[in-house]
Nanobody
Framework: QLQASGGGLVQAGGSLTLSCAASGRTFSSSRMGWFRQAPGKEREFVAAIRWSGGSTYYADSVKGRFTISRDNAKNTVYLQMNSLKPEDTAVYYC?????????????????????WGQGTLVTVSS
């Protein structure tokens, strides 16, 4: 199970940190990801991180502004979002990569992730 939190309202240029606490069968997942879905748009990949080693992967739209990290002791993944833009407004979801543990390449396909957290809303005002 995944529990996402940390969303809220922030002005453009501001920062926000999302958290995703993992429990249960997500322990067997090799990688965690963050996705987002804006109103009227499809869910899109944001970032992913491996539990072991911490290698990261980002969507081009957030590269240099967002940082994904993890705390293995707390089974928690974070998404630090800086220099936020109005177009970052969306519901943000964390999810566990369900592919075989030894899979090396990160996935940006939401179909490769399960389970999902409940989502947390981020609103960036201009």
């Amino acid at each position: 199970q995944l529990q996402a939190s940390g969303g809220g309202l922030v002005q453009a240029g501001g920062s926000l940190t999302l958290s995703c606490a993992a429990s249960g069968r997500t322990f067997s997942s090799s990688r965690m990801g963050w996705f987002r879905q804006a109103p009227g748009k499809e869910r899109e990949f944001v970032a992913a991180i491996r539990w072991s080693g911490g290698s990261t992967y980002y969507a081009d739209s957030v590269k240099g502004r967002f940082t994904i990290s993890r705390d293995n002791a707390k089974n928690t993944v974070y998404l630090q979002m800086n220099s936020l833009k109005p177009e970052d407004t969306a519901v943000y979801y964390c999810a566990a990569d369900k592919r075989p543990f030894r899979t090396v390449a990160p996935s940006t396909d939401s179909r490769d992730y399960d389970p999902w957290g409940q989502g947390t809303l981020v609103t960036v005002s201009s």
